[in-house]
T-cell receptor, first 109, second 114 residues
Framework: GQNIDQPTEMTATEGAIVQINCTYQ??????LFWYQQHAGEAPTFLSY??LDGLEEKGRFSSFLSRSKGYSYLLLKELQMKDSASYLC??????????WGAGTKLIIKP | IAGITQAPTSQILAAGRRMTLRCTQD?????MYWYRQDLGLGLRLIHY???????GKGEVPDGYSVSRANTDDFPLTLASAVPSQTSVYFC?????????????FGAGSRLTVL
């Protein structure tokens, strides 16, 4: 079956760096997405990786290794507003998105 | 403001009742989706539509139906609600076929079936 694994919850300190990991087993691969979801709100797009390597976008970076079925989202200079759930999703060979359950990130001052 | 509008924001209804969740987008996206989100589970696709006039079943379609009469609207109907359909429902859209399939989500509809 298809599976996306990510930690349920993580805690980090304001100003620090945190890495959220995502491993996947899917029927084919057409890209990996990260979304941010604040409590009670809709998910919003953060990043997209289709080739191996690091994609940087401001304080957020996303890394992909297709051979290892692995990605991470790196958040630098953490701010209180970064407290949210981070969803990893993979587009499979049928162009359907498979979603992880999300990682709830708690930022402490 | 361009985006997706969902209605109602929240609803409580009795089991056995019929309910339609509305979804409208003004971005001229060709593809639209309905997801449900439950605590501890990832977003699960209920139904989707790649273009107006076509629909397809997702991972959890039973008990739900959709229609796509035009580009903008994609209503989701629960013919006879059951308590297991208590969830938060998100409508989403994308410009499928042009690069990364990035989804834009509506604000969600929280449904409680008693």
């Amino acid at each position: 079956g298809q599976n996306i694994d990510q930690p349920t919850e993580m805690t980090a300190t304001e100003g620090a760096i945190v890495q959220i990991n995502c491993t996947y087993q899917t029927s084919g691969f057409n890209g990996l997405f990260w979304y941010q979801q604040h409590a009670g709100e809709a998910p919003t797009f953060l990043s997209y990786n289709v080739l191996d390597g690091l994609e940087e976008k401001g304080r957020f970076s996303s890394f992909l290794s297709r051979s290892k079925g692995y990605s991470y989202l790196l958040l630098k200079e953490l701010q209180m507003k970064d407290s949210a759930s981070y969803l990893c999703a993979v587009e499979d060979s049928n162009y359907q998105l498979i979603w992880g359950a999300g990682t709830k990130l708690i930022i402490k001052p | 403001i361009a985006g997706i509008t969902q209605a109602p924001t929240s609803q409580i209804l009795a089991a056995g009742r019929r309910m339609t969740l509305r979804c409208t987008q003004d971005m001229r996206h060709n593809a639209m989706y309905w997801y449900r989100q439950d605590l501890g589970l990832g977003l699960r696709l209920i139904h989707y539509s790649n273009t107006a006039g076509t629909t397809g079943k997702g991972e959890v379609p039973d008990g739900y139906s959709v229609s796509r009469a035009n580009t903008d609207d994609f209503p989701l109907t629960l013919a006879s609600a059951v308590p297991s359909q208590t969830s938060v429902y998100f409508c989403a859209s994308s410009s499928r076929g042009t690069g990364a399939n990035v989804l834009t989500f509506g604000a969600g509809s929280r449904l409680t079936v008693l």
